[in-house]
């Protein structure tokens, strides 16, 4: 097989020497200082640790039954750690959390899981999005409908839309088969793919025993979180990254990427994806010196956003608009 953007799987496995997204005017990315690269595995454990903990206290409440509204809450706060474990997956795939590539899948496996975001897939399409960024071959894996934005009814139709999961359900299929994914080109990717997606169906299938024997705790503390909180907040987290941006045609980018400005708070749960054009500059920076980055080269963005509120507003308001209405977005198949 070969790949569809010409590059030898070893150019798009990692962040060593990975290629980076087209810029205009001086690049100057391979001459960052070398502070900016050393990878820091106890920065990521804590937070990971974190996470787990908040999710084993809700589930802790939810068994116990302490009430509806403490269930309630727990069942919100659990969709929220969810979709932050995404991005904590996110870090992985660029193998900015650990030095060892089993530890980088292995987390990023766990931190996927909920939300059934393979992290072999994920990394498969996602490391391909920043080589073609800027080019008509750019795709995302997250497949959310970016059409119809401009008003508040709109925006939660496509905030809520739960596409991704048929498109899960039919890969895990195809693997039950013994077919191909459709668009993974390398036969090393379909092995490690379709592993994960027969501990998916693992899984599933020992969620539903317990549920049918020994009541809806899975139907709480999974289903219910993911399906009303951690798609939408996902949506939410992805949405700015490059809306409203030429992704397909400019290969600039400081000019098809957006940064918003946001809180601590905001930078924890996002895990530094706030800062995204600081993080397409150069992949191989790890989130959690990208920061630093950003500091660097902020003042040659193009579009940057106060706050995702102020972003989200001007989204519903029409002000920022789907780029190219006869093409699809990065984030859509």
Request: glycine residues 6%; hydrophobic residues 45%.
């Amino acid at each position: 097989m070969t790949d569809p953007l010409g590059a030898g799987t070893e150019t798009l496995d990692g962040a060593r020497d990975a290629p980076l997204a087209p810029v205009r005017g001086p690049d100057l990315r391979r001459n960052l200082p070398p502070e900016l690269f050393p990878k820091r595995p106890l920065r990521f454990l804590a937070k990971f640790w974190f996470a787990m903990a908040i999710i084993a206290g809700c589930y802790a409440i939810i068994a116990l039954s302490i009430g509806s509204a403490a269930t309630v809450a727990a069942v919100f706060v659990l969709g929220l750690m969810y979709a932050h474990l995404v991005e904590l997956q996110h870090e992985c795939l660029h193998e900015h959390a650990f030095n060892s590539r089993r530890l980088n899948r292995c987390y990023g496996f766990v931190c996927g899981l909920f939300m059934l975001s393979s992290y072999s897939y994920y990394k498969y399409d996602h490391l391909r999005h920043h080589a073609s960024l800027g080019k008509p071959s750019n795709h995302e894996f997250f497949n959310y409908r970016f059409r119809y934005l401009d008003s508040i009814p709109g925006f939660f139709r496509a905030a809520f839309h739960l596409g991704r999961y048929l498109d899960v359900a039919r890969d895990i299929v195809r693997v039950a088969l013994g077919r191909p994914i459709p668009r993974v080109s390398h036969e090393r990717d379909q092995r490690r793919i379709a592993a994960e997606y027969r501990l998916f169906l693992a899984v599933l299938v020992g969620a539903i025993a317990f549920t049918v024997f020994a009541g809806p705790f899975f139907i709480l503390a999974w289903l219910l979180p993911v399906l009303l909180i951690s798609e939408p907040t996902h949506f939410l987290i992805e949405l700015p990254e490059h809306f409203g941006l030429n992704t397909q045609t400019d290969p600039d980018v400081l000019a098809n990427t957006r940064t918003i400005e946001t809180s601590l708070l905001g930078r924890w749960f996002t895990n530094m994806n706030n800062l995204h054009t600081a993080h397409h500059y150069h992949q191989g920076v790890p989130m959690a010196n990208v920061g630093q980055l950003n500091e660097l080269v902020t003042d040659r963005y193009v579009a940057i956003e106060p706050s995702y509120w102020a972003f989200y507003t001007k989204v519903v308001r029409g002000e920022i608009r789907y780029a190219d209405p006869d093409n699809e977005t990065c984030m859509t198949r």
